[in-house]
């Protein structure tokens, strides 16, 4: 029996995808994938917040149970849980996944990667985590992006690792695991249906014929991206520390706020413009040069 580890990447369409999972968790076994339940979850990540709060040893017992679970009737067991994603960075954790997989009788782990357009993602990545108990700011997201391909945050709920440029860690992935690794792009994934390039992995031509013809489809958009002054309030939230108490009251400070922000770094993009021997000639009229 093979696992497939559907390992994000974060705001690549995860959610539509596990959501389809869940709900057609008998048509898959039919057709001999296995999505098995956690934690009361329509996903996986859970797994990886059990391991980094308590050890392998969760992974260990549940790959067991899944193995058990899935014999005779499937030859593949499908995970997909975004959080997955801080194996391609953190390859300690990765192999002990793999380990533990193995162990339970597995012959084989394969590692799934859903790739998208860098700045696309930091967008949606920005936006999303705004009502996750964390602060961030998007240049920062930019200079981690762009000088270590990966950002560290961390909540209540789980120690992330975001990988913002794959293509940094890929080789590392690649050799420093003993799975195997597939990449698939963001428009291929979202091709047919949802996923659809995952289960073509994973099936026969027969089995994806049989399961698209059975399959309950949802259209409905999951995860819908919040407008900037949603983002920016729930952030400013965060930092303030008043995620019980209701933003209402403050809409209209917020709102100054935001405006005064934009205004500052549209400012600065217009000074930045200005000739260095104007901007002295303005200092100098000023007073504020002699």
């Given at each position: 029996m093979k696992l497939f580890i559907h390992c994000g990447l974060h705001k690549t369409a995860t959610t539509s995808f596990?959501?389809?999972?869940?709900?057609?968790?008998?048509?898959?076994?039919?057709?001999?994938?296995?999505?098995?339940?956690?934690?009361?979850?329509?996903?996986?990540?859970?797994?990886?917040?059990?391991?980094?709060?308590?050890?392998?040893?969760v992974a260990k017992r549940f790959f067991a149970k899944v193995y058990s679970d899935a014999n005779p009737k499937c030859h593949t067991v499908l995970l997909s849980g975004e959080d997955f994603e801080n194996c391609i960075v953190d390859l300690a954790l990765a192999n002990e996944i793999e380990t533990a997989?193995?162990?339970s009788g597995f012959e084989s782990v394969t590692?799934?990667?859903?790739?998208?357009?860098?700045?696309?993602l930091l967008k949606s990545l920005y936006a999303q985590k705004s009502q996750h108990g964390i602060v961030l700011e998007f240049e920062m997201m930019k200079n981690a992006a762009l000088e270590r391909g990966c950002l560290y945050a961390t909540t209540v709920k789980y120690n992330y690792i975001f990988v913002l440029d794959y293509s940094r860690f890929e080789a590392r992935f690649k050799?420093?695991?003993?799975?195997?690794k597939i990449q698939i792009e963001y428009d291929d994934f979202l091709k047919g249906f949802v996923g659809r390039a995952i289960f073509a992995l994973m099936m026969s031509e027969l089995e994806l014929e049989d399961f698209q013809k059975?399959?309950?489809?949802?259209?409905?958009?999951?995860?819908?991206r919040l407008s900037n002054l949603q983002i920016?309030?729930?952030?400013?939230?965060?930092a303030l520390y008043s995620r019980r108490r209701t933003l209402?009251?403050?809409?209209?400070?917020?709102?100054?706020?935001?405006?005064?922000?934009?205004?500052?770094?549209?400012?600065?993009?217009v000074i930045n413009l200005v000739p260095r021997s104007t901007k002295q000639a303005i200092k100098k009229f000023l007073g504020l040069q002699t």
């Open positions: 596990q959501v389809l999972c869940k709900k057609n968790q008998n048509k898959l076994s039919e057709c001999g994938v296995y999505y098995p339940n956690y934690s009361n979850s329509f996903q996986h990540s859970h797994l990886l917040h059990d391991v980094q709060r308590q050890n392998i040893e997989a193995e162990n590692w799934i990667v859903v790739t998208r357009n860098q700045i696309d050799y420093g695991t003993s799975g195997n059975i399959a309950k489809f949802d259209e409905k958009r999951h995860n819908k920016e309030a729930k952030y400013l939230n965060t209402l009251p403050l809409l209209p400070l917020l709102l100054v706020v935001y405006y005064w922000v934009m205004l500052r770094k549209i400012f600065k993009f």
